[in-house]
């Protein structure tokens, strides 16, 4: 029981320490944004969302490098961009008068975050037939491989960077650039060690409760490393900036698929995925994008009936997973 009180406390004070360095990373990438004269949607889609991205990037290198567990930080990479598909956008809408969307963020950062999951699917199939040691049950992941999300990625930020190009940006005052960097790296740092202590929890619950530690991956560190997003998305949408929140869970998701799940396979040297759980839940990824797309598309905006439908949905998945996790329930037989 003493375990389990303080892997609890262990993950509150954690979450705590990630949201004041998300706090410290905002603030800082607000500033240098205005700064450097970035348009709106290029400050949510790459800036805002790589830095309140940056928990679960770190997870996989905690996970993967210190304690050898590379399936946990891919759990909280999907569990992270099913969190941010579905409770994100849900509480923005909900805590603001009203959630707008445009056609750019569907056609651009939308389309091209579904890009993004096709292109995963695409690696995983190739580290099924292409790579030795692969089955029709596992894929092998090399670094060979995680080029290619990689690049993907480095489209998505060139695509942006030709929007850039050609907004006019206000004159900025009163931005001391440097002091914002050294603010930005005090942030990262800060949820580097949250991080740390997070998954010092997770991994205490998997031992207490004996259960996958992919299970608290999907769930608590998901949660908990998204809790950045959530605050950006949130307060921008209460600033009646739907366009940033939208685009930061957008741009978080790209950045989590493409960037963080490569990063963990180059740093493990090769790495295998369990398609029996793999596919399942990238599957509950997909069906989750679509309905997101069709929600924010339908008039251009999210109504709270919307919102409240895509909660259920996340309580579904939780629910799904915990099921299957204590095996009550088997229909993913990877768990």
């Given at each position: 029981?003493?375990?389990?009180?303080?892997?609890?406390?262990?993950?509150?004070v954690?979450?705590?320490?990630?949201?004041?360095?998300?706090?410290?990373?905002?603030?800082?990438?607000?500033r240098?944004?205005r700064y450097?004269?970035?348009?709106?949607?290029?400050?949510?889609?790459?800036?805002?969302?790589?830095?309140?991205?940056?928990?679960e990037?770190s997870?996989?290198?905690?996970?993967?490098?210190?304690?050898?567990?590379?399936?946990?930080?891919?759990?909280?990479?999907?569990?992270?961009?099913?969190?941010?598909?579905?409770?994100?956008?849900?509480?923005?809408?909900i805590?603001?008068?009203e959630?707008?969307s445009?056609?750019?963020?569907?056609?651009k950062?939308?389309?091209f975050y579904v890009?993004?999951?096709?292109?995963?699917?695409?690696v995983?199939?190739?580290?099924a037939?292409?790579?030795?040691g692969?089955?029709?049950?596992?894929?092998?992941?090399?670094?060979?491989?995680?080029?290619?999300?990689?690049?993907?990625y480095?489209i998505?930020?060139?695509?942006?960077?030709?929007?850039?190009?050609?907004?006019?940006?206000?004159?900025?005052?009163?931005?001391?650039p440097?002091?914002?960097w050294g603010?930005?790296?005090?942030?990262?740092?800060?949820?580097?060690?949250?991080?740390?202590a997070?998954v010092?929890?997770?991994?205490s619950?998997?031992?207490i409760f004996?259960?996958?530690?992919?299970l608290?991956?999907?769930?608590?560190?998901?949660?908990g490393?998204?809790?950045?997003?959530?605050?950006?998305?949130?307060r921008?949408?209460?600033?009646?900036d739907s366009?940033?929140?939208?685009?930061?869970?957008l741009?978080s998701?790209?950045f989590?698929?493409?960037?963080?799940?490569?990063?963990?396979v180059l740093?493990?040297?090769?790495?295998?995925?369990?398609?029996?759980?793999?596919?399942?839940t990238?599957?509950?990824?997909?069906?989750?994008?679509?309905v997101f797309?069709?929600?924010?598309?339908?008039?251009?905006?999210?109504t709270d009936?919307?919102?409240?439908?895509?909660?259920?949905?996340?309580?579904?998945?939780?629910?799904?997973?915990a099921?299957e996790?204590?095996g009550?329930?088997e229909?993913?037989?990877g768990i």
């Amino acid at each position: 029981m003493v375990g389990l009180l303080g892997s609890v406390v262990l993950i509150v004070v954690a979450t705590a320490v990630i949201w004041k360095g998300s706090a410290y990373f905002e603030r800082a990438a607000e500033r240098l944004s205005r700064y450097y004269g970035l348009p709106v949607a290029v400050h949510g889609a790459i800036v805002v969302a790589v830095g309140s991205s940056f928990p679960e990037i770190s997870s996989v290198v905690i996970s993967t490098v210190v304690h050898d567990e590379f399936s946990l930080g891919v759990g909280a990479i999907v569990g992270s961009a099913i969190f941010n598909l579905l409770v994100i956008p849900a509480l923005a809408a909900i805590s603001s008068e009203e959630l707008r969307s445009t056609r750019d963020i569907i056609h651009k950062d939308a389309q091209f975050y579904v890009i993004s999951v096709l292109i995963l699917f695409i690696v995983f199939a190739l580290g099924a037939t292409y790579v030795p040691g692969g089955t029709n049950q596992a894929a092998i992941l090399t670094p060979t491989l995680a080029i290619v999300p990689l690049v993907t990625y480095g489209i998505y930020v060139f695509l942006h960077q030709q929007d850039a190009s050609e907004h006019v940006a206000d004159e900025a005052r009163s931005v001391r650039p440097g002091r914002e960097w050294g603010m930005l790296g005090v942030g990262l740092v800060i949820i580097t060690l949250g991080v740390e202590a997070m998954v010092q929890g997770a991994l205490s619950l998997g031992v207490i409760f004996e259960t996958p530690t992919f299970l608290w991956g999907l769930t608590v560190i998901a949660a908990g490393t998204s809790l950045p997003d959530a605050f950006v998305s949130v307060r921008a949408a209460k600033n009646d900036d739907s366009v940033t929140s939208l685009t930061n869970v957008l741009g978080s998701n790209t950045f989590n698929l493409l960037v963080a799940i490569p990063v963990g396979v180059l740093l493990a040297g090769r790495a295998t995925i369990d398609f029996r759980v793999a596919i399942p839940t990238m599957g509950f990824l997909g069906f989750a994008t679509l309905v997101f797309i069709v929600f924010t598309r339908t008039d251009l905006k999210l109504t709270d009936r919307e919102a409240y439908t895509l909660l259920g949905l996340y309580v579904v998945f939780v629910c799904w997973m915990a099921l299957e996790s204590v095996g009550l329930i088997e229909t993913v037989r990877g768990i």
